[in-house]
């Protein structure tokens, strides 16, 4: 199955800052493509962890920042505060669809902990290349779960019955299956993806 337009949205790197996102992300898919091939549920399990880092670190800081300025945020902690949510439901529902091995267990402790702090260091020194990473980050997890939806249309993933935490979550049918929760989480990554992209933008 071909990505729609919308999920299929790239905007290209422009200068080094945007090269740089751009280059971090594509090294990190190298990464994960050597790691999990195409076991794609477990591969989101590990994306999900490292995914609902950004919004959780960004939230804080802004509103720190808005601390400090005695200013509005103009919204932006609850854009990220509920990204960070939205994230951690990705990663609870793809739990239950794939038991993470020992290995991944401890990979995601590892990975997060590096993640976050190198992250953390980012988004005090820039925020524009650390929104704009995020976004390359959601383009790349749109792009495989685009490849994750094709799996399941093939018959080469399962397409196992809905997660009740995902029918709850994303009020899907009861009789919904892991086709319907790939199509959501999806949808979710694209917004991400724009969002992030425009904070970017609001930061030159």
Not at 1 to 9: H, Q, W
Not at 88 to 116: D, K, W
Not at 131 to 140: D, G, I, K, Q
Not at 166 to 178: T, V
Request: glycine share 6%; aromatic share 8%.
């Amino acid at each position: 199955m071909s990505e729609s337009p919308a999920a299929a949205r790239h905007v290209a790197p422009v200068g080094l800052r945007d090269r740089l996102a751009f280059g971090v992300v594509r090294l990190l898919g190298f990464v994960a493509d050597r790691l999990f091939a195409r076991r794609y549920g477990h591969r989101a399990v590990v994306l999900e962890t490292v995914a609902a880092v950004p919004g959780m670190v960004g939230g804080t800081l802004q509103h720190l920042r808005a601390l400090r300025r005695m200013k509005s945020d103009r919204g932006r902690i609850r854009i990220l505060l509920d990204e960070a949510e939205n994230e951690r439901m990705h990663l609870m529902t793809f739990i239950e669809v794939t038991q993470p091995t020992a290995f991944e267990r401890g990979l995601v402790v590892l990975v997060q902990g590096v993640f976050y702090n190198l992250f953390f260091l980012l988004y005090l020194t820039s925020p524009y290349t650390a929104h704009r990473l995020v976004a390359y980050l959601e383009e790349a997890a749109v792009h495989s779960y685009t490849e994750y939806l094709a799996s399941v249309d093939s018959g080469a993933c399962r397409n196992v019955p809905a997660p009740a935490i995902a029918i709850n979550y994303w009020k899907l049918a009861p009789d919904a299956r892991l086709r319907e929760v790939i199509v959501a989480v999806r949808a979710d990554e694209a917004h991400h993806r724009d969002v992030n992209h425009r904070l970017a933008d609001r930061q030159i």
